[in-house]
């Protein structure tokens, strides 16, 4: 599904990614594994076209990614990092937003679903119609992580999702992801335990190569 070509990634004239090749194929989940720094976010960011390599090239479905295949390959992606900023609207009037756009009317916005989600990720129905920027950073982690679920995408970048989450709800988050068999997931995470799975791989940035 995604093919990184000899990829180089440079910031302020320094190269933090170089010469990187590698394959994820449909539906697989792979974490990419390596310390602060290593260009992981970075890997991340070059799939929807927000950077570009300074050397190399990104496939998404055999296809290069130009900055106008960027703008059509966005919608079969959801991205989610640590810091989900969403208007300052009530819970429920954003997943209304995000449910009458044109893309998104055949897909599964009801409420026994978003009430099915809620429960799995422990969050109370109440919270629907609270202020997103009144919610605690778990709640706003766990908000972004439903709506995501809900539009359904092709692929997830997940970044860091986990990082506001206690051990309960990272396993569970953990293990919503890794059981999904028809999505594909490029996950960022300091968190140990999204390597624990067997149905997850890893891949480490620094060394280059699988680490399983």
């Given amino acids: 599904m995604i093919e990184f070509e000899n990829i180089s990634i440079c910031y302020q004239d320094k190269q933090i990614v170089k010469n990187l090749s590698f394959n994820i194929p449909k539906n697989e989940k792979v974490v990419i594994w390596g310390k602060s720094g290593s260009g992981k976010s970075s890997l991340l960011n070059l799939i929807p076209g927000f950077i570009q390599p300074c050397q190399g090239r990104v496939l998404f479905e055999k296809k290069p990614i130009t900055p106008k295949l960027a703008w059509q390959i966005r919608s079969k992606i959801a991205y989610l990092d640590q810091s989900i900023s969403l208007a300052g609207e009530k819970v429920s009037v954003l997943i209304n937003y995000v449910s009458n756009l044109k893309n998104n009317s055949h897909l599964d916005f009801s409420q026994n679903r978003i009430l099915e989600l809620f429960a799995y990720f422990e969050l109370n129905k109440k919270l629907l119609n609270q202020n997103f920027q009144d919610l605690s950073g778990g709640e706003k982690q766990r908000t972004g992580i439903i709506i995501s679920i809900l539009l359904q995408r092709e692929l997830y ?5 986990t990082s506001a989450l206690d051990k309960n709800l990272s396993l569970k988050t953990v293990n919503y992801f890794s059981k999904q068999k028809d999505i594909t997931c490029l996950i960022v995470s300091h968190d140990p335990i999204w390597t ?8 480490d940035l620094e060394k280059k190569k699988w680490k399983r």
């Fill in 196 to 203: 624990k799975g067997d149905e997850v791989k890893i891949f």
């Fill in 157 to 161: 970048l997940l970044d860091e999702i």
